[in-house]
C-alpha cells in the first residue's frame, strides 16, 4: 500500500513554493512542507535538510517513526501556524512535547508544558513526570512533584505507580528521594516565613516602646512629657502598644521584679535588652535601662551574646522592612 497524502490548509493561506520535503509516518502518512519553512523553525530540522542526500532523487523525504499520524501533522503544521488546538492538546500533547523538545521547537514546547500541566491528574502523573525528565521539562516536573507528594496516597493505587514500581526501582526512589526533598522544603519555608512573622512583631515592640517613651501613648509616657490631648488617642499600632504599655505599668509596680520570680517582668526586662542591642542613640535615649545595660555589659567586660546580637540584627533588619512597607504612624 502506497504512503497516504494528507493535505495541510496552510499551502493555500501563504504564497509559498510547491513542497520540496515530504515528512513520512511509520503509519504511512506523507506530509508535504517546504525545507525553509522548517529550517527557519527548527536548527535541527536545517542540519537534517542540509544533509546531502543519499540518492540523486530531487524529492527529500524524512521518516519520524513512533508517533501517531495526526500527532505528526500537528507538529508539522505548527511551523506554519504557530497554533495548536486544544484538541490536539487534549489527545498528542505528550508526543507533541516529545517532538518539540528532540527538534529543539522551543514556543511549542512552552505550550505543550503549560498544556500538560493544565491536563495533571493523578492517574497520568507518573507517566507525566517521566516524560518531564527525558524532555528537560523542570516547570512540568516541579508540578508533578507538587501532585506527588499532596496526593501520594491516591497515585500509590494507580497503574502506572504500580507499573513503576514493578520495573523501574530506581526512579521509584529518585521520586521518593524527590518528594522528600520537596516536603523538606515546605516546611523550612513555612518556617521561615514564621520566624519572619516573629521577627516583624519584635520590631514593631520596639518601634512602640521607644514611641511611648518618647512621645507618649494614650496614658503612658515618659515622666517628664505632658501627654498631648493627640497623643492621648490611640496609635496606628495600638494593638502592640496596648501590651507593651501593660508590660510597664506592672514592671514599675511589681515586688517580684527584684527577685526574679516574675515572668511578665523577665518579658519586659527582655525587650529592653533587645532594645539596648538594637539602640543606636545611647546618649540621648529615652527609653528607660538602655544606657545601664550598655554601661553594665561594658565595665563587666563580657563578650556579647552571639544570640542576641544574631537576633538583634534580624529584628533590625524586620524594622527596616517594615518602615519601607508600612505607613508611618500617626
Given at each position: 500500500m502506497g504512503a497516504q497524502m494528507i493535505p495541510i490548509g496552510y499551502h493555500t493561506t501563504q504564497f509559498l513554493h510547491e513542497p520540496d520535503v515530504f515528512i513520512h509516518t511509520s503509519g504511512g502518512t506523507r506530509i508535504p512542507?517546504?525545507?525553509?519553512?522548517?529550517?527557519?523553525?527548527?536548527?535541527?530540522?536545517?542540519?537534517?535538510?542540509?544533509?546531502?542526500?543519499?540518492?540523486?532523487?530531487?524529492?527529500?523525504?524524512?521518516?519520524?517513526?513512533?508517533?501517531?499520524?495526526?500527532?505528526?501533522?500537528?507538529?508539522?503544521?505548527f511551523h506554519y501556524t504557530s497554533r495548536c488546538s486544544e484538541e490536539e492538546m487534549e489527545e498528542y500533547g505528550m508526543h507533541l512535547l516529545t517532538l518539540s523538545h528532540v527538534y529543539m521547537v522551543p514556543q511549542l514546547k512552552q505550550m505543550c508544558i503549560k498544556g500538560l500541566t493544565q491536563r495533571l491528574t493523578v492517574e497520568n502523573v507518573v507517566d507525566m513526570f517521566q516524560l518531564a525528565r527525558l524532555c528537560d521539562a523542570p516547570d512540568l516536573r516541579l508540578n508533578c512533584m507538587k501532585l506527588l507528594t499532596n496526593h501520594f496516597k491516591a497515585v500509590e493505587k494507580t497503574e502506572g505507580w504500580k507499573f513503576l514500581n514493578r520495573n523501574d526501582p530506581w526512579l521509584e526512589l529518585e521520586i521518593l528521594r524527590l518528594m522528600d526533598e520537596h516536603q523538606t522544603r515546605k516546611e523550612n519555608s513555612r518556617r521561615q516565613r514564621k520566624e519572619q512573622g516573629l521577627y516583624m512583631e519584635l520590631g514593631e515592640a520596639m518601634e512602640c516602646l521607644e514611641h511611648i517613651c518618647t512621645e507618649g501613648c494614650t496614658d503612658v509616657g515618659p515622666c517628664h512629657v505632658e501627654i498631648k490631648k493627640e497623643k492621648m488617642k490611640p496609635c496606628t499600632k495600638f494593638s502592640t502598644c496596648q501590651g507593651l504599655q501593660l508590660l510597664i505599668r506592672h514592671f514599675a509596680t511589681c515586688k517580684r521584679r527584684i527577685s526574679g520570680r516574675c515572668l511578665r517582668c523577665k518579658r519586659m526586662w527582655q525587650l529592653f535588652k533587645l532594645h539596648s542591642y538594637i539602640c543606636q542613640q545611647t546618649d540621648s535615649c529615652k527609653v528607660p535601662l538602655c544606657r545601664q545595660i550598655q554601661y553594665k555589659m561594658q565595665q563587666e567586660k563580657r563578650k556579647d551574646d552571639p544570640r542576641w546580637k544574631v537576633l538583634a540584627k534580624k529584628v533590625a533588619s524586620a524594622k527596616v522592612i517594615s518602615s519601607l512597607t508600612l505607613p508611618k504612624r500617626k
Open positions: 512542507a517546504h525545507s525553509t519553512i522548517l529550517a527557519s523553525v527548527s536548527p535541527v530540522w536545517k542540519n537534517i535538510i542540509d544533509r546531502p542526500c543519499k540518492h540523486r532523487s530531487s524529492e527529500r523525504v524524512i521518516q519520524i517513526n513512533g508517533v501517531p499520524c495526526n500527532a505528526v501533522t500537528a507538529f508539522v503544521t
